[in-house]
């Protein structure tokens, strides 16, 4: 079981081996998550992104799936892309999509794993302009972490907001988890 932790920052700080990009399909930038990796991170990760689109990926990363590349300029080693889900609104299709945003953090800390990375820093997938409800959101990451079969020793969540934050915290409370919140 690895040791989660919830800590309020800049993802492209982290002094970790993997950060989760919380990308959009085509791996080629964005706003957000997205665009502040790639900026921090400088043009190795958008080249190897474009090979990846030559190559395996060529109508762009399915959501749920994860899929990685180097940490460039970044203190990480790697980053870890992955397509979260567009919050559908209430209803059957959010409790499928709510599979989906669960695939997109394990198969992000298997996939981490399987590189050899004993820590990683994630963001709050699907929590900011996908429109998930940050407490359900909050609820699927923190869930997933501590039940993942194949993970890095350290998970991390590194929000955003203070307010963020204590969603993460609320969450782990109620779901019992054993979660290290720190400032």
């Given amino acids: 079981m ?3 932790e919830l800590v309020t920052g800049d993802l ?16 080629l930038g964005g706003g957000g998550v997205d665009g502040a990796i790639h900026r921090a991170g ?6 190897e992104c474009r ?13 749920g799936e994860a899929v990685a590349t180097t940490g460039g300029r970044l203190a ?13 609104g209430e209803g059957r299709e959010a409790v499928r999509r ?5 695939n997109a953090y394990r198969n992000s800390l298997a996939l981490a794993a399987g590189l050899g990375a004993t820590s990683i820093a994630l963001p709050a997938v699907s929590a900011g302009v996908y429109g998930w409800p940050a407490g359900d959101a909050a ?13 890095p020793a350290l998970v991390r969540f590194v929000l955003f907001s ?12 109620r779901l019992g988890a054993d979660v290290v919140v720190r400032g």
Wanted: charge should be negative; glycine fraction near 4%.
């Fill in 12 to 27: 492209t700080l982290e002094r970790v081996d993997a950060i989760v990009n919380a990308a959009n399909s085509s791996l």
């Fill in 98 to 102: 709510r599979t989906l945003l669960e």
């Fill in 42 to 47: 400088g043009p190795d990760i958008l080249a």
């Fill in 139 to 151: 609820e699927v990451a923190v869930a997933t972490a501590v039940a993942a079969p194949a993970s």
């Fill in 162 to 173: 203070e307010r963020m934050h204590a969603t993460f915290a609320e969450a782990a409370a």
């Fill in 2 to 4: 690895p040791r989660v």
């Fill in 51 to 63: 090979r990846l689109r030559a190559t395996t990926l060529p109508d762009g990363l399915p959501t």
């Fill in 76 to 88: 990480a080693r790697w980053v870890v892309h992955t397509v979260g889900p567009v919050w559908p």
